[in-house]
């Protein structure tokens, strides 16, 4: 990694978190209105799909097909997460299911650190700063550096970090017609769910690591976490998605409130969706009839 790339880290990082801690006395003298937290809700849900269903179940994973300006869109809200460029964002993911908790996983809880709290840290935050946008995308990734659109998408990471940042600025004016509230707009469905998106879904790669629950036999230590499910939009199923790689949905019983995947059926059934991976419960009942799932190490 270069020094570019890890300062370009270190300050998407830092400024949302300081803006976190900007935000708790401006809340205390309630410099927050309804226009700024619908903005900062519906640009959270965009963004975070971008992330959940286009960066992860659709381009790293192939779990449905749909059409290329849909592909495009969705690679573009997942740019706008401000979670790395498409293809290293994708290449990163691959490699880390190639080696999941193993020497090359590149973001494991319990593999160079060791598997107490600073394994924990070097899987939400730290490993941004050492292994993050390196693994080869020729290796990881060749059937993204061959799509022209993706690349372009990918070197232009830049414009939608911007464009992030001016989409609530923009409805902030157009909603409250002024300067204040366009600067309200800005911090709140700006800076301030940039870094709610990014924790939400660096917890998939810590806490969905190190503590939950498992049923499946895998070669690895991912859990379930079921109070994460809402806010990662059903990427909290981990240890379920691990199970099964490929499924498009996966909260795989009826209580596991998966909503990426309600949106990937619903795209389905409009027609804007097809080839949707699902996992039968007797291919389920197949991997339980394995045996029981090792526990997960606890903190040393």
């Not at 509230?181 to 469905?189: E, I, P, S, V, Y």
């Not at 879904?201 to 036999?217: D, E, K, Y």
């Not at 981990?238 to 499924?247: D, I, T, W």
């Not at 389905?268 to 039968?280: D, F, Q, R």
Request: glycine residues 8%; charged residues 15%; proline residues 4%.
């Amino acid at each position: 990694m270069t020094r570019l790339q890890r300062n370009a880290n270190i300050a998407a990082v830092v400024v949302p978190f300081v803006a976190v801690i900007v935000a708790i006395p401006l809340l205390w003298n309630s410099l927050i209105d309804w226009t700024s937290v619908g903005i900062m809700v519906g640009i959270y849900l965009a963004t975070a799909f971008g992330i959940t269903i286009g960066y992860h179940r659709l381009l790293t994973h192939r779990a449905f097909e749909t059409y290329r300006p849909i592909k495009y869109l969705l690679a573009i809200l997942g740019s706008m997460a401000v979670q790395g460029a498409v293809i290293g964002w994708v290449a990163d993911h691959r490699k880390h299911h190639a080696h999941t908790d193993e020497e090359g996983d590149p973001h494991s809880p319990h593999v160079g650190e060791g598997s107490g709290l600073r394994g924990l840290y070097h899987a939400h935050v730290g490993w941004l700063f050492e292994e993050h946008g390196i693994a080869d995308a020729k290796r990881y990734a060749l059937d993204l550096l061959e799509d022209d659109g993706m690349r372009f998408i990918s070197r232009h990471f830049l414009w939608w970090v911007g464009l992030s940042l001016a989409l609530p600025f923009a409805l902030g004016f157009a909603i409250g017609g002024t300067l204040t509230a366009a600067l309200l707009a800005l911090f709140w469905g700006g800076l301030v769910r940039i870094f709610f998106v990014h924790h939400v879904t660096w917890s998939i790669n810590s806490v969905c690591h190190f503590f939950g629950q498992r049923r499946f036999v895998t070669e690895d230590q991912s859990t379930n976490v079921a109070w994460l499910a809402l806010p990662s939009l059903g990427e909290a199923w981990h240890h379920n998605h691990h199970a099964f790689p490929r499924a498009a949905v996966q909260g795989l019983r009826w209580w596991e409130v998966d909503i990426s995947g309600l949106v990937i059926r619903a795209l389905e059934k409009v027609g804007l969706a097809w080839n949707v991976v699902t996992i039968s419960p007797e291919r389920q009942a197949q991997r339980l009839a394995e045996g029981p799932a090792r526990r997960v190490r606890q903190p040393a």
